[in-house]
């Protein structure tokens, strides 16, 4: 019912900054919660950052202060600015959508990867 494509992924060095995109089409519910999440080998998938429909958004220790979640509501995309990244940033990243009070509502982009290393 939901599709997630994202882009921005790439290498980049260590206190530089990049931008990760997640555009949802498909059956779309006003009340969801998009985010990203992020996985490396041999780790569980964490959570980084979510933001509500309603604008709530919530971060993981490890990237407050760093990056910024954003939505852009009229083209169904969320945004993920990084800024500072540091090589533990590096990983999977996997854009989330999940809607409230919707039974079965919890779809993932394929990933983007982003690396930081110099």
């Known amino acids: 019912q939901v599709q997630l494509v994202e882009s921005g992924g790439g290498l980049v060095q260590p206190g530089g900054s990049l931008r990760l995109s997640c555009t949802a089409s498909?059956?779309?519910?006003?009340?969801?919660?998009m985010g990203w999440y992020r996985q490396t080998p041999g780790k569980q998938r964490e959570l980084v950052a979510t933001?509500?429909?309603?604008?709530?958004?919530n971060y993981a220790d490890s990237v407050k202060g760093r990056f910024t979640i954003s939505r852009d509501y009229a083209k169904n995309t969320v945004l993920l600015q990084m800024n500072s990244l540091k090589p533990e940033d590096t990983a999977v990243y996997y854009c989330?959508?999940?809607?409230?009070?919707?039974?079965?509502?919890?779809?993932w982009g394929q990933g983007t990867q982003v690396t930081v290393s110099s």
């Open positions: 989330n959508y999940n809607a409230l009070l919707r039974p079965g509502s919890n779809y």
């Open positions: 933001i509500t429909s309603g604008g709530t958004t």
């Open positions: 498909g059956t779309i519910f006003s009340l969801n919660t």
